[in-house]
């Protein structure tokens, strides 16, 4: 697979110098054209053999570009901070936001692939690292993001040379790490496995440009024209997908709005009973019941938290439901028993200009708890395949690929050994009509009720066809939907405390 990037390809600097006015005057109207006609962000990434010229290639990039809005990341060993949090956590934070230039150094392909050359993880475990590599950076991609990946190589022989040159050299040999002559050592082992990295994440929409690394003059040149080459090529076809898309999305409008019109869409008629339908509103607790089972269950949350904060142990609890269902007072009913330090609460609504410049899924990224904290989430990332496709936020091929995305990052969770919890707070649409007024006749409870509220009352059947078929594409065996019967408090309070306390308690016995 390397041998094309062993040709000892030379470039003379008298030629550069000439290639290198253009290019730079080039890349520099293409990124200002990205700024502010692009509505996606630009991923490179930067892999590949230690000495290859990785550095000094996004330093040229750099200099050739408006630094000020290329932000590089390199990556070392994960801090205390990272280490505390699922693998991609600290990936997605630094996804750039659209219009922008992200540089990853040593990003998400190098911990596999140490981890693999030294015998830590098998052949198997090897390949999931890459599905999941693949899994992020089509999810980026679908979004309209454009991620080119740069492989640097250089023969054995040539590694060995830089090596000895770094390592005699006062000024530079700082540079050289404690495993450097050891990598080189097993350069057939690295070789092997960074070919398996290729074969299986060079896609059509993340592809890698494999470099040789040996001429400056060549390698920076190749490099920068690459990356003006698919810049330019990713903006025309982005101009030309977003035009399609625009279009397929108003014509899927009119035919829904049509089929629902004639009563043949999927929210008038085709599809009437939803799971929700089967859930008993009848169940429900007498106050004083509830009082004693309230302190029951906050004292043995409140130990089981301590013991799960102890063992290291995260847990994410999701709470959705129909307007006025309860999700505040459920939520606050777990908070009363946990130590203010060790948990949060996010409350999401409408995204920022800051959140909706990235993938949905950023926002939500952001906010994952360290090592044995809890964060809670008042409506989640479900929002994508509930307000956002019911309000036309997203498309059609936005929010029916989000549920492959969603079941993806929520495995990611349990893999780390996060405790996932989601729970859909579900009343009858007579009760929400009740708890809308005694809010409107409360002071104190009105500022809850907003216009926005009636108006997602008037689309109860659009809303709870979208809750069915979401439960159906994302209640998988590791991270089940609870559905909870709140049509009285007390009971679906109750309900939701046990749940999570034995869930908790299963994960602190283990």
Same mark, same amino acid.
């Given at each position: ?198 074969? @299986?994440?060079?896609? $059509?929409? /993340?592809?890698?440009? #494999?470099? *040789?690394?040996? +001429?400056?003059? %060549? ?104 307007? @006025?269902?309860?999700? $505040?007072? /459920?939520?606050?009913? #777990?908070? *009363?028993?946990? +130590?203010?330090? %060790? ?168």
């Amino acid at each position: 697979m390397f041998q094309t990037a062993e040709l000892g390809q030379k470039v003379a600097k008298s030629e550069f110098k000439q290639r290198e006015l253009v290019l730079r005057e080039n890349l520099l109207a293409l990124q200002q054209r990205l700024r502010l006609e692009g509505d996606f962000p630009v991923m490179l990434d930067f892999a590949g053999v230690r000495g290859a010229g990785k550095g000094t290639s996004i330093n040229m990039l750099n200099k050739w570009m408006d630094a000020r809005w290329i932000v590089t990341h390199a990556y070392t060993e994960p801090s205390d901070e990272e280490r505390e949090r699922p693998l991609f956590w600290r990936i997605w934070r630094h996804v750039p936001p659209k219009g922008q230039i992200g540089i990853h150094l040593s990003g998400r392909y190098s911990r596999p692939l140490l981890d693999f050359v030294y015998g830590k993880i098998s052949q198997e475990e090897f390949n999931h690292h890459l599905d999941r590599i693949n899994n992020f950076e089509k999810a980026l991609a679908d979004d309209g993001a454009m991620v080119l990946k740069f492989w640097m190589h250089i023969s054995r022989d040539v590694q060995k040379k830089r090596l000895e040159t770094l390592e005699n050299d006062p000024l530079r040999s700082w540079r050289m790490a404690a495993d450097d002559w050891k990598h080189w050592e097993m350069y057939d082992r690295f070789i092997e496995a960074e070919e398996m990295i290729i074969s @299986a994440t060079n896609t $059509g929409h /993340a592809p890698w440009e #494999i470099i *040789e690394g040996e +001429d400056f003059y %060549y390698r920076s040149l190749r490099v920068g024209e690459v990356f003006l080459q698919t810049l330019e090529r990713h903006m025309m076809k982005e101009q030309i997908r977003q035009k399609y898309l625009s279009e397929m999305r108003k014509e899927v409008h009119q035919h829904t709005s049509q089929a629902e019109a004639t009563g043949n869409g999927n929210g008038k008629g085709s599809q009437t009973i939803t799971i929700m339908d089967a859930l008993d509103h009848s169940l429900s607790m007498s106050k004083k019941a509830y009082r004693q089972e309230l302190a029951v269950c906050q004292a043995r949350l409140a130990g089981l938290h301590q013991k799960a904060a102890q063992k290291k142990i995260s847990t994410i609890l999701v709470f959705e439901g129909p307007d @006025a269902s309860g999700k $505040g007072g /459920a939520i606050r009913q #777990i908070t *009363e028993a946990l +130590d203010a330090r %060790y948990y949060k609460v996010y409350p999401f609504a409408a995204p920022t200009d800051m959140e909706n410049a990235h993938h949905y899924l950023w926002r939500f990224w952001n906010c994952m708890p360290r090592a044995g904290r809890m964060t809670i989430f008042d409506r989640s990332w479900y929002g994508r395949v509930l307000v956002e496709r019911i309000e036309q936020f997203a498309g059609d091929d936005e929010w029916r690929r989000a549920f492959a995305e969603i079941n993806d990052f929520e495995d990611q969770l349990i893999e780390d050994g996060v405790v996932l919890l989601k729970f859909w707070l579900h009343i009858s649409k007579d009760e929400q009509l009740k708890r809308f007024k005694d809010r409107e006749e409360t002071p104190y409870k009105r500022w809850k009720l907003v216009d926005e509220d009636w108006r997602n009352r008037e689309k109860w059947d659009d809303y709870a066809l979208a809750a069915h078929e979401m439960i159906q594409q994302t209640s998988v065996k590791k991270s089940p939907w609870i559905l909870v019967e709140n049509e009285n408090k007390a009971y679906g309070r109750i309900k939701v405390l046990n749940s999570v306390c034995d869930a908790l308690e299963k994960a602190v016995a283990d």
